[in-house]
């Protein structure tokens, strides 16, 4: 399809004006954007987004779990979907273009295709799903797991913000009464297309303007425990300590010299630290830390993981200490649909844009549609990598073409 929805100049200044306007619901101080699942800011900016979807020509309404759909019904095929969107939350001060502008590039996408080419022949739907952060109750992927059919009620019902709000009030104030909930869960969606961020560097160093992702990392997160002796920091030998701090600094220091061996895309994270009892003068007796482990490939995950544990509970023997290790998640790698990642590659070619394969790093919804429905994620660059921040920045040529692409793929996948 040989074709631009309309002149980059016209594209440009829609993209940039909605972006700033979405922005401003549960806009900050500084700048940023905070808008926490069913809060006030929430409710604004779902409900100005219904406004906006049919203002555009969709068909909209909202599932039980908070999801907003636009809908442009198939004329042939109404009942197979052809999904693209993101999400609408954001981090505490984020930025303006994490998942807004997913959401954003999919309406004028679907809704400029229809102006041209009238009604498409299957149905296409643009989601701006509820929740997918977890910044404001400890959970992730509210919106789109309802759609997969993997959260439900039972999942979120002793749930509590660090306000004292139970998940249950929230959703009932937003006016999704848990009383009136019924199952998400979709078996029509055909397809699901996301374009993003990149929330990292890569782009930009390497001068591409589009990112095809080819797999989202797998995720491990433990909680480690360190058990030694406290004791005064002034009459303990050296050589008779059971020093929790010495221990935890010699097991970080192993963690990331070994990650950094095995695969350069493999990386280990210690971000939480606690010790026990913190004081300046005394022998730490207890300490426990974070360790977030990522990689797009189940078996480095599971080669390190095994090296490292072992080598931990070398350790605890030699010093005559206990080291406890708790994993509280485990997200499986995911791989992207290939078949039309590689269309994807050869229209970028065609269209001469600057792309490159990336493996992502962070967590997006595309990796729960994934389990449903072939699925597609895109990127497109984020100046110095910088995301969920208010100094988050992507560049209207950028924007413009995502848009672009995803208006093709649109095409292929629904009209022709």
């Known amino acids: 399809m040989a074709y631009r929805l309309e002149n980059d100049l016209s594209l440009k200044n829609r993209i940039g004006n909605m972006i700033e306007w979405l922005g401003t619901f549960g806009k900050t101080k500084s700048g940023g954007v905070t808008r926490l699942l069913f809060s006030q800011t929430w409710q604004e900016a779902q409900f ?8 555009l020509g969709f068909q909209t309404y909202f599932d039980s779990a908070g999801n907003l759909f636009g809908r442009m019904t198939g004329s042939i095929d109404k009942n197979h979907i052809i999904l693209t969107g993101s999400h609408i939350d954001t981090v505490v001060n984020g930025g303006k273009y994490d998942g807004a502008y997913g959401i954003i590039a999919s309406l004028l996408a679907a809704s400029g295709l229809v102006e041209r080419f009238g009604y498409p022949k299957k149905t296409i739907e643009v989601v701006s799903l509820a929740e997918e952060e977890g910044s404001r109750f400890p959970l992730t992927f509210w919106g789109s797991r309802n759609i997969s059919g993997f959260y439900h009620l039972e999942h979120v019902k002793n749930l509590q913000d660090d306000h004292g709000v139970t998940f249950f009030a929230a959703m009932r104030a937003a006016g999704f009464a848990p009383e009136k909930y019924k199952p998400a869960a979709r078996t029509d969606i055909e397809r699901f297309i996301e374009l993003h961020i990149e929330q990292g560097m890569t782009l930009e160093k390497n001068h591409n303007s589009i990112g095809v992702v080819t797999h989202i990392v797998g995720q491990r997160r433990y909680t480690v425990r360190i058990k030694g002796e406290s004791n005064h920091a002034g009459t303990t030998p050296m050589e008779g300590r059971k020093d929790a701090v010495s221990t935890a600094s010699y097991l970080i220091s192993y963690l990331t010299k070994r990650a950094k061996e095995i695969d350069k895309q493999l990386v280990a994270t210690v971000g939480k630290l606690h010790v026990t009892p913190n004081v300046a003068n005394v022998i730490a007796g207890e300490v426990e830390f974070s360790l977030d482990i990522r990689h797009h490939e189940e078996q480095i995950l599971d080669f390190y993981c095994q090296e490292l544990f072992s080598m931990f509970e070398n350790v605890a023997i030699s010093l005559a200490m206990d080291i406890s290790v708790s994993q509280w998640m485990d997200v499986k790698p995911v791989r992207m649909d290939d078949e039309l990642n590689n269309w994807i590659r050869e229209v970028a070619l065609k269209q001469k844009i600057c792309f490159q394969d ?17 699925t597609t994620l895109l990127f497109v660059p984020s100046h110095k990598g910088i995301s969920h921040s208010p100094q988050e920045f992507t560049s209207l040529e950028d924007l413009a073409t995502g848009i672009h692409l995803l208006e093709t793929i649109l095409y292929k996948l629904a009209y022709d």
């Open 48 to 55: 100005a987004l219904k406004d906006k979807m049919g203002e």
């Open 358 to 374: 990336i493996v992502s790093g962070a967590g997006h919804d595309a990796q729960v549609f994934a389990s449903i429905c072939p």
